[in-house]
């Protein structure tokens, strides 16, 4: 391959302590070390991370921005309650939009893409083995978007993507049910199984069925 042109090189920049506060409270809060429950400050975590208040407010309101926390007047801060009218509203937007991109996929689906959601079933089940309910909602997360970049759905894609916090969320509520590790991923395989056999519409129904017992889990009755 010809060298660039422009002959510029890539600048390796370094972490700020902005974004490392940013990832290390975003950690806690998507892997339910911090509640709906609890209010805290930024004084208080800037205290626990062992940093100035600026960086911690600056990583604050980036993830007030992204609808992940929600300030107290006068007391704080606290992770954001998704409501069940929110979670309807999730859920029927994931079923209407993901039982057609897995009919499509019925159509298109190849060898090699059949191994990689095999692969991401492995891996899930390595970590039901091992008890870790925070990769395995990850790999959850991570097997619905491959499979809507399967069928070259960019602008789908991104909108799952934007519902990614939010469904991590609701995703530590429902894998903590009794069995639901394990349901989720015989669901999933059932689902890569319609697939192979290129039946769009059992596919549909395998997605649809899927993605209603993950609300039953999750939404209070």
Partial sequence: MAPSKFNLKPID???????????????????GYITSEEIFTEV???????????PVREALADLIKEGLIVSIPR?????????????EQIFLLRASIETKVIQKLAETI????????KAIC????????N????????????????LTRFVEYELIEQMLLNLHNLSQLIGLRAIKKINRMKEV????????????????????????????KTKESVILK
């Fill in 44 to 54: 208080k975590l800037a205290e626990l991370l062992n940093t100035s208040r600026t």
């Fill in 185 to 212: 991923l015989e669901e999933h395989l059932d689902i890569i199984s319609a697939i192979e056999r290129k039946d769009a519409e059992q596919s549909a129904e395998m997605m649809a069925r899927h993605l209603n």
């Fill in 122 to 129: 492995k891996e899930q089940e390595e970590a039901m083995s």
């Fill in 131 to 146: 008890n870790d309910d925070i990769a395995f909602i990850k790999l959850d997360q991570t097997f619905h978007i491959t």
């Fill in 75 to 87: 007391k704080g801060m606290a992770v954001r309650k998704v409501t069940e009218n929110e979670m």
């Fill in 13 to 31: 920049k370094p972490t700020t302590t902005k974004e490392r506060a940013y990832n290390e409270i975003k950690h806690v809060i998507l892997s």
């Fill in 110 to 117: 190849t060898p090699e893409q059949l191994e990689e959601l």
